[in-house]
């Protein structure tokens, strides 16, 4: 896909985050102090991004040096103060890589924040170790001077003010290419989706549409459906418990035992299906729970039917154990998901 990118486009981002070109001169000179630690950015930020469990899927072993050639080549770029076009083409081609790549793009709001992280302590030693020498040197001056106390005072806070407002507007400059940069890499992911729904002809945009809205109608009927399923259970339940006043003590009692699980596991998937269409994941295992719930009711009322085969008992036994490891694996997956996460 080709991009086309004009001073027009550069122009209303620069409006949209007020960079001046005093903006693009602070760049350049926090290039002086920020370029030479390029090697040490690189592998900071690739380890910095290993953490994360996930992001291994996206960035194996194998691209390791490729990434970090990247990393510097974006780097060098940032603080070359040059922002034109071909700047913003460059950041274009890069959101387009991640994209194709299928990275989140959260990843890339992580990495903004950990560069400003990385750039604004940078910045701070270097006026830390500047302003150390010069209060060292013009301190020895002032003794030779004979200068007081209070005249010392003076001058060192005022330097201090300059210092701290200096470093301020170093920083603000670099947030604010920092978040050009964020806002045109995460834009590119909604922008690509857009792209993809307006190529599409009649027919598949009507497609596309239908099929978003025939899904929430079909969530919203899974979500009823859930609902009445519960209320049904409720209905045995009390069925099972009539059971008891009628004598059939041990019956009523196992059985109600069973419904009881069954809308516990019901109630479950309800919570899972209403986190599902407020945008979270979908619970595998509470479907795999419902399962295994109602194969346990069946095997409780089953033990109090003598006249059962003992081969129909051993089948439940067995579907029984199978449904377990399965749950058993499907909610280690989803634990270890949500501690990668966490």
């Known amino acids: 896909m080709a991009f086309t990118v004009n001073y027009r486009d550069l122009e209303k981002l620069f409006h949209y985050f007020e960079i001046r070109e005093k903006d693009a001169k602070n760049m350049q000179f926090l290039g002086k102090i920020l370029l030479p630690y390029e090697e040490e950015f690189a592998e900071a930020f690739y380890n910095n991004l290993m953490k994360f469990e996930d992001i291994k899927e996206y960035l194996p072993e194998s691209k390791l040096e490729k990434l970090k050639k990247t990393i510097r080549i974006w780097y060098r770029k940032l603080f070359s103060g040059k922002y034109d076009s071909e700047y913003l083409l460059y950041l274009l081609r890069v959101a387009k890589a991640h994209v194709e790549e299928g990275i989140p793009p959260h990843y890339i709001i992580v990495a903004m924040n950990f560069v400003g992280r990385f750039c604004t302590r940078r910045v701070a030693k270097y006026f830390s170790e500047r302003a150390h020498q010069f209060f060292n040197k013009k301190y020895e001056d002032e003794k030779n001077e004979i200068c007081d106390s209070s005249q010392r005072e003076i001058i060192k806070d005022f330097i201090l003010d300059e210092v701290f407002e200096r470093m301020e507007d170093l920083n603000r400059s670099l947030r604010k290419f920092l978040a050009l940069n964020e806002d045109v890499l995460v834009s590119y992911y909604v922008d690509s989706e857009l792209r993809t729904f307006i190529n599409a002809s009649k027919i ?39 059971h008891i006043f009628h004598g059939d003590l041990a019956h009523g009692l196992i059985a109600a035992l069973g419904d009881l699980l069954i809308l516990w596991t019901v109630l479950e998937l309800l919570n899972s299906e209403i986190k599902f269409m407020l945008g979270g994941e979908l619970a595998v295992s509470a479907f795999v729970s419902v399962a295994l719930a109602a194969t346990i009711r069946e095997a ?28 058993g694996i499907v909610k280690w997956f989803e634990l270890k998901k949500q501690r990668r996460r966490g």
């Open 204 to 242: 598949e945009r009507f497609i596309i549409s239908f099929s978003k809205k025939f899904a929430i109608f079909m969530d919203i009927a899974i979500l009823l459906g859930l609902m009445f399923l519960a209320i049904f259970v409720i209905g045995l339940f009390g069925m099972d418990i009539s």
């Open 300 to 327: 409780l009322v089953v033990s109090l039917e003598h006249d059962k085969p003992i081969e129909f008992k051993l089948g439940i036994g067995a579907l029984i154990l199978i449904l377990g490891i399965v749950f």
